[in-house]
């Protein structure tokens, strides 16, 4: 699924206005009719509303849902800033039956106690941070005690760049027209979005289908439509032949956790090579491995062939002793075959930059933000590191999989995926091992190192919600995002 900037979300307004051809009056109508229905379907027991209008398009959609909600039995306040506004806000507030108490307020709501408060305040028009007396009643709105739903975006969070005031709404669910915004995707604007969610308000879908966007979400439709399905003569040695390079004293869980990972994500012939510590317990944990061991016993000290390899992974537990950094030099010199680097590999790369030179076109890092500085330096915000990345997976010609709440996966043209799945409680030790063996046996299946990074990071993220569904986000560890990857693949598959 594309994210329109909202000057292109403006056009395929426009565009469907003329095209479809349908009055903007009653395109308003039909995006408010569509948010009332999300509405009801969420708040069934017909609550008290108040809905907090500004003079925008935004606060039009704000004063026809107040008359939709109160046509649907619930009792409804609204508050106004101005009782003119543009042209679709007047027209509605002209439409307001009798019934609804409506307040043209000028810094205060008065006081509020129960029920539910609709945002429509300011939408994807804010163009300067909210003020004066707009700021006091945002701090109402934010002080109120019962859940607050915005229209569209929250008012103060800009669709396409860091908010940049202190006066912002915090929502507990922003209902988005269409298609997610990017800001919805950013860390620091969780607290302000809540959870989103998407209403179809019928925008014209070829228009949207034909506009340029280098941002998406990755959809399960989308992966399903990417994940190969075994061929019925497939035998072990046709679903690829793939190596992780991982372990060392200490560390030889991260290994194991990428080891059966890849294994529960359809790799044929998996060889783990592991310093000598790790032999016995790579083949005591993971039986269905081969082991190849270095002479070293502590950490990874030599050179690996990667001869009839079909995909490696290099980083699980590696450490970051100097002699590997070494070792690490020579693997990256030497490698012909699709490869994710990940942890202590990238961590290794960042405090030798040079290495950077060697790493083959395609190769897949898979950086958490922290990792992702030391790469690439500190970013302000969210969205600049956005750029950063996007930048460096271009210069560097390398896939870039940052991984977050909304692990981002930037290739190589200047594309980004967001991915859709996952929970926090993912964020637990050994989540990225599992990750890298997912990719790395994606990648000895054949999958493109972009497609391979995009159906990983959503199978990963999917089995993560299977887990924590049954166990809690609490509870739920590395070994059980593995234990329930056949889920996972198995709803991919389902059709
Ligand atoms: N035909 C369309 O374009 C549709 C638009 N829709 C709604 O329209 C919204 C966009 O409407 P608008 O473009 O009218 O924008 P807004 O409703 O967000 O408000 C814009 C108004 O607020 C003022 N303003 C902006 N920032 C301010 C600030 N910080 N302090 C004080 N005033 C400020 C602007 O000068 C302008 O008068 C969308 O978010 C969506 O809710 C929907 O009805 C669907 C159809
Ligand atoms: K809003």
Request: glycine content about 10%.
């Amino acid at each position: 699924m594309k994210i329109l900037s909202s000057s292109q979300i403006r056009d395929a307004d426009k565009h469907t206005i003329e095209n479809e051809p349908i009055e903007s009056i009653d395109l308003m109508e039909r995006a408010s009719a569509s948010f009332s229905k999300w509405f009801i379907g969420e708040f069934p027991g017909k609550c008290k509303v108040h809905v907090v209008s500004g003079k925008g398009n935004n606060g039009g959609d704000g004063l026809a849902v107040a008359r939709i909600l109160k046509r649907n039995g619930y009792e409804v306040k609204v508050y106004t800033t101005s009782d003119e506004g543009s042209e679709d806000f007047n027209i509605n507030f002209h439409r307001l039956p009798e019934g609804i108490e409506r307040k043209v307020v000028d810094d205060s709501l008065g006081s509020i106690e129960t029920g539910v408060l609709i945002d429509a305040l300011f939408g994807s028009g804010l163009d300067r941070p909210i003020e004066g007396r707009y700021a006091k009643i945002v701090k109402e709105i934010n002080q109120f005690a019962g859940q607050v739903v915005s229209i569209d975006i929250p008012s103060g969070v800009y669709a396409d760049n860091p908010v940049d005031g202190e006066h912002v709404v915090e929502a507990t669910h922003t209902v988005s027209f269409q298609l997610p915004k990017l800001a919805f995707f950013m860390a620091e604007n969780e607290k302000f979005v809540g959870d989103w969610h998407v209403v179809d308000i019928g925008l014209d879908q070829n228009f949207i289908d034909h506009t340029d966007s280098r941002i998406h979400m990755v959809t399960l439709e989308d992966v399903r439509s990417y994940l190969k399905k075994p061929a019925k003569f497939s035998h072990k040695g046709n679903m690829g032949r793939s190596m992780l390079i991982c372990g060392s004293s200490g560390k030889m869980g991260a290994c194991i956790i990428a080891a059966r990972a890849a294994l529960r994500s359809g790799a044929g012939l998996l060889t783990c090579y592991v310093p000598a510590v790790g032999e016995n317990i790579i083949q005591t944990a993971v039986p269905e491995a081969m082991a190849m061991v270095s002479t070293f016993q502590d950490y990874h000290v030599e050179e690996a062939n990667f001869k009839g390899m079909d995909a490696v992974g290099i980083g699980p537990g590696l450490g970051t002793e100097d002699q590997t950094e070494m070792a690490l030099r020579k693997w990256i010199k030497q490698l012909e075959v699709p490869a994710v680097i990940d942890a202590d590999g990238l961590n290794m790369i960042s405090s030798r930059p040079d290495i950077l030179k060697h790493v083959p076109e395609g190769t897949i890092f898979t950086p958490h933000p922290k990792e992702f500085s030391r790469l690439a330096g500190e970013a302000e915000d969210s969205f600049k590191r956005l750029e950063m990345a996007r930048e460096y997976a271009k210069k560097h010609k390398v896939i870039i999989v940052l991984k977050g709440a909304y692990t981002a996966v930037f290739d190589t043209e200047g594309s980004v995926y967001f991915n859709s799945t996952g929970n926090p409680g993912m964020a637990t030790g050994g989540s990225g091992d599992a990750l890298t063996g997912i990719i790395t046996a994606l990648l000895g299946q054949g999958y493109s190192s972009k497609w391979a990074a995009i159906v990983g990071v959503f199978i990963h993220g999917l089995a993560g919600d299977e887990a924590a569904e049954d166990l809690g986000c609490i509870s739920m560890t590395a070994t059980d995002i593995i234990d329930y990857l056949p889920d996972a693949f198995r709803h991919v598959e389902m059709r």
